[in-house]
């Protein structure tokens, strides 16, 4: 993390002032700008101003219309297209400790300031890789009870009439014939020799499964194992990688013109197909990568520092998503 060193001479005792200022904003800043995944589901900055939920509307038809001629009479029935599906928050936190003994051992201005970029930057990494990790993060299926991100496993599941709950998301079920725009696309691996079966043929079906003119994927996100298989298979223009990739200085594979890249915290088996049109994290409009003041512990000489985030992945058209799993 680049931090330019102000003039003003550095305290500890005015941390909370300006000086930090500096280091929360190039936290927020910085945090998603080398990860394609999280920079695509926050640019548009989508937020929310509180509640005990967060409500989605989700479509589940299109408007009604015909073909007519003269006199004609028409219909002016409505259809009801819109329903509300409904997300408990998650609630994120990540902190920055300045124990005295580290206190005492950097009283200079150089020092403190030294020790302070390096904190953020372990928080910056600690933050992304919670909010990606496989359990409580993007790659997991949340709990209905709330505080994990209800990821990728519930909003993009591996079969929407089961998981993660009994075919239920956002409270809303996903099983009978009236419930398919609920659903996202899925293809099954273990049907197909696993990861030895997939083709960029295979790739090209799912594509086209969640493909609706120019509605389509914008992100595609699995393991480096799938990831090194494609890259077997792909020719030498694919490999040369997407460019929005390359300009946050990640490799990736060129599908249909988006960046296939790989994600450490990636489940297991899975590729994610991912429209981020209809998929983004939306956050609480007062904590949004919120850098709080040092407080003084209670018990320790220590002073902390809470980065807190408050939010929810939510999906308002999970028909334009999909996901290839039993990938092994």
């Not at 060193?5 to 909370?16: A, E, G, R, V």
């Not at 300031?113 to 919670?130: G, P």
Request: with cysteine; charged share 20%.
């Amino acid at each position: 993390m680049a931090f330019t060193q102000p003039s003003k001479t550095i305290t500890w005792d005015n941390l909370n002032s300006s000086t930090m200022d500096l280091f929360d904003k190039k936290l927020k800043d910085t945090l998603f700008n080398r990860h394609v995944l999280l920079k695509k589901l926050m640019e548009k900055n989508n937020t929310y101003p509180g509640g005990i939920y967060l409500s989605e509307p989700l479509t589940v038809e299109e408007g009604d219309g015909s073909f007519y001629r003269g006199f004609q009479n028409l219909n002016p029935t409505d259809k009801e297209q819109f329903t509300t599906a409904q997300f408990l928050p998650a609630n994120l936190q990540v902190n920055i400790s300045v124990s005295y003994t580290e206190d005492l051992q950097n009283r200079g201005p150089a020092q403190i300031f030294d020790l302070m970029a390096a904190k953020f930057e372990v928080a910056k990494q600690t933050m992304r890789k919670k909010m990606t990790t496989s359990v409580a993060g993007l790659f997991g299926a949340g709990a209905a009870t709330g505080k994990a991100i209800m990821g990728f496993q519930a909003a993009i599941a591996d079969d929407p009439t089961a998981n993660p709950t009994a075919g239920a998301y956002g409270g809303i079920t996903r099983v009978g014939s009236t419930q398919v725009p609920w659903r996202n696309f899925f293809l099954d691996g273990g049907s197909e020799s696993n990861l030895a079966g997939l083709t960029m043929v295979r790739l090209q079906t799912l594509w086209g499964d969640i493909t609706d003119q120019d509605i389509q994927p914008d992100v595609i996100v699995t393991t480096q194992a799938i990831y090194n298989k494609i890259y077997g298979i792909a020719d030498a223009i694919q490999r040369n990688g997407n460019e929005l990739a390359k300009k946050m200085g990640m490799t990736s594979i060129d599908f249909n013109g988006v960046p296939l890249i790989v994600d450490k915290n990636c489940t297991a088996g899975r590729l994610y197909m991912i429209n981020t049109s209809f998929l983004n994290l939306k956050s609480h409009v007062d904590d949004n990568m919120k850098a709080h003041p040092f407080v003084i512990g209670t018990g320790q000489l220590v002073k902390v520092k809470y980065i807190t985030w408050t939010g929810q992945l939510v999906c308002s058209n999970p028909r334009y998503q999909g996901v290839y799993f039993a990938l092994t």
